[in-house]
């Protein structure tokens, strides 16, 4: 059998992603390799296409229990063999495991790194040959990734140990360098082919709103998504509470994971989402590494997070399938604040650290955090913004986040950055800098306290853009800070301050431009918006049909088909088993168990709706 067979046989797809097949094929030829591919983007194939073609068993590390028990569900249902060993199994399950493990039945067997140095599994490592040891989520072994574990500081020492030195295969979605350079070092990768491709994820719209009221905002968008099912992210345990408890009251079908929860309550309401019995789930960032439910439709968060490695691997638990998704951060400025002070917080919980790398850690949040915000912020592509944070050059116009669809248009803002420039120079003549809001509040001309106890309305700047809408005059101070004609920084409260660079505004009189929403959205929005939420009557009954099985399988709906497969047969409608093996999604095994009720499906349909398109099959 070849690579293609096998991703058709089994994975029922009919080409590999970018990407894929390099990885594959070097690790084919011996080769250690590192894979760095965002969230859905396809890791899992990488090392299971060569844990088919390879002789052995391929052991999988992987950091979490949930995460492992879906893979292998996933690979059982495709009718690979494969299994795994945590401290999830019953003893007898797991001597049954070891067992059978023992004499080479399965092709991929998973294991949580604290298992490696247990005496079975050196009995296991002695009796089959191991041809791979695959990392996943391989961050987790850096002390600079996300998610570091101090277990995984162990899996060197365990590949040393083997008889046979396997080829390594490593994988994460986390792109930058030091965390690379860990992996490589702490791991043993040797000469490894390492490939980083794209972070682009076409199918995610991204959008960013400034709601007066959060809560009311949330709930039109969740209620615009219909049945479909999201993730809403919230800061703190406290507001997980709050909102979950204001969805369940509003009629919606929502639950709560954090990680102040009793641990079966959490695993409780986990399941209940990845099985459909709860649409949505509202979590702190606790929830989702792990998940690889490939349906969910939208992530919002109701709060910003601290930076956007962890935006983007949050919001990327979106359209895993490839299908449609969106992503939708509700800011407000309290939020800022907010994860300044848990981001301090954290520098005094860091105990194993020394002064000075906790004062370097201190600095590189504040930094991401201020990275964040410029997101949240800008009126240029939300795409772009993204892409070029993780390093990628993009194009300024993705025609798909809320900036590109809403449009926006270059303005020249001369005069509106001579305004704001003359305006800190004159508040820092009164004595000290001050941070943006106070800038803000004296251009607009605010009757506020603080600003006349001050004597800031005495300033020749004082009121001077009070018909600018303070929206619109903080974009522009944030563009003239983003640009280095002005600086943001300081510890606690940060301040607005002048640069080198700020006297060619004022002195050289240069000109600035800057991209802001057009002030009405075109007719394109609506539209868009219409065919997101559209239904199609025969996805909804492949839907229901596919509901059904996975209930009297027990498994969730994602492992059946994805929602990108059933979009699929909508498209070929096939009613014959020929045809349904050509469905993206449908491999040997899944078209032999459920190919004959869905193709009785598609006739039934096809047959009472004579005027819709053509059928195919
Ligand atoms: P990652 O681990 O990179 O986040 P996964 O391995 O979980 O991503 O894959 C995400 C989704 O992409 C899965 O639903 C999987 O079936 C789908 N997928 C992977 N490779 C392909 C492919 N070559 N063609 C079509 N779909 C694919
Ligand atoms: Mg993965």
Redesign the pocket.
Known sequence: MDKLSV?NEF?G?R???KG?EELIDHILSGSDVLGI?????????CYQVPALLLSGTTIVISPLISLMKDQVSALLSSGVSAACINSSLTPEEYSDTMYRACRGEFRLIYVAPERLGTQEMNRLVSSVRIPMVTIDEAHCVSQWGQDFRPSYLHIAEFIESLPQKPVISA?T?TATDTVKQDIIRLLGLREPFSLITGFDRPNLYFSVMNPDNKYAALRRLIGGFGDKCGIVYCLSRKSVEEVCEKLCADGFSATRYHAGLPDTERIANQEDFIYDRRRIMVATNAFGMGI?K?DVSYVIHYNMPKNIESYYQEAGRAG???SPAQCILLYSGKDVKTNEFMIEKSREENTDLSEEEKDIMLERDRQRLKEMTFYATTSGCLRESMLRYFGEKAPSYCGNCSSCVNGFEEVDITVDAQKIVSCVFRIKQKGRYYGKSMVIDVLHGSGNERVRSLGFDKLSTYGLMSDTPVQRIRAELDHLIMQGFLSFSGGEYPVVELTAQSARIVKDKITVRMNLPKEKPPQGRKRAEDSFYAKDELFEKLRKLRAKLAAEEKVPAYIVF?D?ALRDMCRVRPTRMAVFLTV??VGKKKAEKYGEEFCRLISEHISTHPDDDKPRG
């Open positions: 991703l994975f797809h080409a590999f992603r894929q591919m965002p969230t859905g983007a396809g890791k899992s194939l994988f979605a690889d490939s895993r399938d490839g994805s990108a993206s999604g």
